[in-house]
């Protein structure tokens, strides 16, 4: 076994990280984690670290599943690998169609594999200008999406996902063409004088006016998630989704939801939509798909768009090698198994993210924070210099750097987007693994409130 200096020096060397400034990371050294368990990481220093963050997001069902590791085992040795171009198939691969047409809502049937969140968004770019070609309207091509909306990495999920800085990246013309953006429904950091239920209003509007900007003839769909992850975790007020389906169905676009994060058990439903109850035309899954194990994402496809590909015809001209991987797909068959055997979307529901809920309200009153708000086991807090108003810290995101990287010292994985800290823990984590990241935060609080004191941010 390596030194964790060996494993910093070589991976420096060789590894170039996604999402990562290469040159801070050379000078610094990566944290090295060498094993897992139940809900806590082990790094190559021996440090015990409660993932807060289910690695990304994905691993639902939590570190060491037996289960998990044997099917993918059994499923190497009997057909590690066939494609299903050509007119080809494979049973876990028609298994878990079958499995996800149950656990969906009921306009699903269908679902279109990938290897990864990203390629599924690409897949329904694809999928929803081909619907309308599909359906004699060519020219409905605008797809409209979110500021500040996380929609995957490659050029598709960067063009449609709002993060401004990745937009820069893929340069003036880099972009998809036929991608706009309306403003995210984030109250606390731009929902000015207007009430929680005015400003949800007042963002969800914006997509008829954006409807109205371009054209309704020329506008083929919306996108968003239903709780925005990577963007630091924003809950839209109540009134946000009613009136985006409202204004959906008044002009027939196709609607997608995001739910690479919502999906499976995260939100205490099944898939974020049933939690806000709005009826989209496409579910883009991965990460909880298979717990992280093995790679794999889909696009669940409603009936609507399915009927059209399958009663029109033609070739749809679009596929990945890794499309429904016979080892990724037993491996998802044997994660959502045992996400109905041990009944975890209801426990979820009725009894961990209630229990989160009335322990996160408890960080509301800490000098430091400016909001403490969670939906099921999504949780997120915002730090401010006076709590009695909704105004940031300036500089902006150094003191939310400073407390990610006070929880890792204190043994918690939590996440940073500028100032707003965030939380998506396994959801098979127990209440006592909740009250130690509870401690943590509030010791890692403690410790960012004497840092911004000294710092003069205070
Ligand atoms: C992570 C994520 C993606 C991209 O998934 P990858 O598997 O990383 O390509 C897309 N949408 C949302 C909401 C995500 O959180």
């Not at 060789?14 to 139940?38: C, M, N, W």
């Not at 690695?55 to 998990?68: F, I, K, P, S």
């Not at 009725?350 to 809920?357: C, D, G, H, T, V």
Request: one cysteine or more; glycine letters at 10%; charged letters at 25%.
């Amino acid at each position: 076994m390596r030194t964790t200096e060996e494993w910093q020096r070589l991976d420096s060397a060789h590894y170039l990280h996604p999402f990562t400034d290469h040159q801070a990371l050379s000078a610094k050294g990566a944290r090295i984690v060498t094993r897992a368990e139940g809900v806590y990481v082990y790094t190559s220093d021996g440090q015990k670290i409660l993932d807060g963050m289910s690695g990304l997001w994905c691993v639902a069902l939590g570190y060491g599943r037996q289960e998990l590791c044997d099917a993918a085992y059994k499923q190497m040795m009997e057909l590690p690998y066939y494609n299903s171009f050509f007119q080809s198939s494979t049973p876990p691969a028609i298994e878990l169609a079958r499995i996800l047409d149950e656990v969906t809502p009921p306009q699903f049937g269908h679902v279109f594999f990938t290897g990864s969140g990203s390629e599924a968004n690409d897949t329904l770019l694809r999928l929803v200008r081909r619907y309308w070609q599909l359906a004699g309207n060519p020219e409905r091509n605008v797809i409209i999406s979110r500021w500040n909306g996380y929609h995957g990495s490659t050029v598709a999920g960067a063009s449609l996902g709002g993060m401004k800085p990745m937009h820069e990246q893929l340069g003036p013309d880099g972009a998809v063409p036929g991608i706009v953006h309306i403003n995210q429904p984030y109250w606390f950091g731009e929902g000015g004088d207007l009430s929680p239920a005015e400003f949800g209003l007042k963002c969800a509007r914006e997509l008829e006016e954006k409807i109205l900007e371009v054209g309704p003839e020329r506008v083929a769909a919306f996108i968003g998630e239903p709780v925005q992850g990577a963007g630091g975790l924003v809950i839209p007020p109540e009134t946000y989704w009613p009136e985006i389906q409202r204004i959906v169905d008044k002009y027939g676009i196709l609607f997608a939801s995001d739910e690479v994060i919502c999906g499976f058990g995260r939100t205490g439903e099944w898939f974020g939509c049933e939690y806000f109850g709005t009826r989209p035309d496409f579910l883009t899954m991965a990460k909880a798909l298979s717990s992280g194990y093995l790679p794999i994402g889909g696009l669940m496809v409603g009936d609507r768009v399915a009927r059209m590909l399958i009663e029109r015809g033609g070739e749809f001209f679009h596929g990945f090698t890794y499309s429904g991987h016979p080892a990724a797909c037993a491996v998802a068959v044997a994660n959502l198994e045992i996400f109905r055997r041990e009944r975890v979307v209801e426990r979820v529901k009725n009894e961990i993210a209630p229990y989160l809920a009335s322990r996160w309200r408890e960080l509301a009153d800490h000098p430091l924070v400016g909001e403490a708000r969670c939906l099921g086991l999504l949780a997120a807090i915002e730090l401010v210099p006076d709590k009695r108003i909704r105004r940031f810290f300036e500089p902006r995101g150094e003191v939310g750097i400073f407390m990610r990287d006070a929880c890792t010292r204190n043994g918690l994985v939590m996440r940073a987007t500028r100032d707003t800290l965030f939380i998506a823990p396994p959801l098979v984590i127990s209440r006592s693994e909740i009250d130690e990241l509870l401690s943590k935060v509030v010791r890692s609080l403690d410790e960012t409130a004497v840092h911004a004191r000294a710092k003069g941010w205070l």
